[in-house]
């Protein structure tokens, strides 16, 4: 039987969108209002409007080619939107770029593992944490006392993540030997330690067994336990979907056609229809 993992109530916010009851009086971590964009004269996401609360699981969700790693590439600034605004944590990243998206607050995972492969599990993290690891250039090229001192927290800080998944007695193992499960797990950690407050995975369950996904449910509800973080994730695994996430977002040809909880998407008759097709009169 699997596992039920309580799940928080959903409320209205003034933004036309609901979130997790505990998050209705906070800052939502993300706020994307009209965004879209064209690739030449095709419009690949359009009207994109989301809110995701401070502490929420969220779900994008959709059949193949409805636009969903588009969104996080455009949340990411892989690609600049051509209209609309993100506001992450408040803040609007129109100038940002990747590299300071992640600085403000977000972190991703991919469909294709994207990890340094000959470098070491630890090394892995280790570039993650970037971000908050940091000494002057002559410290590090004359190891100097602050260079060890840094060295020493990053290690701390590395073997602490990766026992979030059990993997710190792998912490000098080839990132590319592991087994694919733990390749997945491994980017998860990578995308932890740069300290987000929104992480977004990227269809994480794919390649997984039944007992992998099962961990990994259990996980990504300890990850938001534990940071007090957001995720939204993007998957095809519908029980995950539906056992863990609070509010989900559903596209189709680039535009959401249902937004609300497990159970309002569940029996929504447009989303049965983009994943079924539409059933023929008697």
Same mark, same amino acid.
């Given at each position: +039987? ?18 997790? %009851? ?19 004269? /095709? ?7 989301? &809110?995701?609360?401070?502490? %929420? ?24 939107? &051509? ?12 100038? +940002?770029?990747?590299?300071?998206? #992640?600085?403000?607050g ?5 469909? #294709? ?9 630890? =090394? ?10 940091? !000494? ?7 190891? *100097?006392?602050?260079?060890?001192k840094?060295?020493?927290?990053a290690?701390?800080?590395? *073997? ?6 059990? +993997?710190q ?10 087994? !694919? ?10 995308? *932890?330690?740069?300290?987000p407050? /929104? ?12 007992? %992998? ?24 695994? +519908? ?12 596209? #189709? ?27 023929? =009169?008697?």
């Amino acid at each position: +039987m699997a596992k039920e993992f309580r799940r928080g109530k959903m409320v209205p916010v003034p933004s036309h969108s609901i979130v997790p %009851e505990r998050d209705v009086n906070r800052l939502p971590v993300l706020e994307c209002q009209h965004l879209g964009i064209d690739f030449g004269g /095709l419009t690949a996401v359009d009207e994109f409007n989301l &809110t995701i609360g401070r502490t %929420e699981i969220a779900g994008l969700i959709g059949p193949n080619g409805a636009g969903k790693t588009t969104v996080f590439n455009l949340l990411t600034k892989v690609y600049q939107p &051509t209209r609309g605004t993100i506001l992450l944590n408040g803040k609007d990243t129109h100038s +940002m770029t990747t590299s300071q998206v #992640n600085q403000n607050g977000i972190a991703r995972t991919f469909q #294709n593992i994207r990890l340094f492969s000959n470098l070491t599990v630890e =090394e892995n993290v280790k570039v993650g944490l970037h971000n908050q690891i940091r !000494y002057p250039m002559w410290d590090g090229l004359l190891r *100097l006392p602050r260079f060890w001192k840094q060295e020493k927290l990053a290690h701390e800080s590395a *073997l602490e993540l990766l026992s979030i998944f059990g +993997m710190q007695d792998l912490a000098s193992h080839e990132a590319g030997s592991l087994p !694919y499960g733990a390749q997945r797990r491994l980017e998860i950690v990578r995308a *932890l330690a740069t300290n987000p407050s /929104l992480l977004l995975l990227d269809e994480p369950a794919a390649g997984m067994n039944p007992s %992998e996904t099962a961990d990994l449910m259990e996980n990504i509800v300890r990850i938001r336990d534990t940071f007090q973080i957001a995720v939204m994730l993007i998957e095809h695994d +519908m029980n995950l979907v539906m056992n863990i996430c609070e509010g989900i977002c559903v596209l #189709n040809f680039g535009r959401i056609i249902a937004k609300g909880t497990p159970e309002d998407i569940q029996a929504n008759p447009a989303v049965i229809e983009a994943y079924l097709g539409k059933q023929k =009169e008697a």
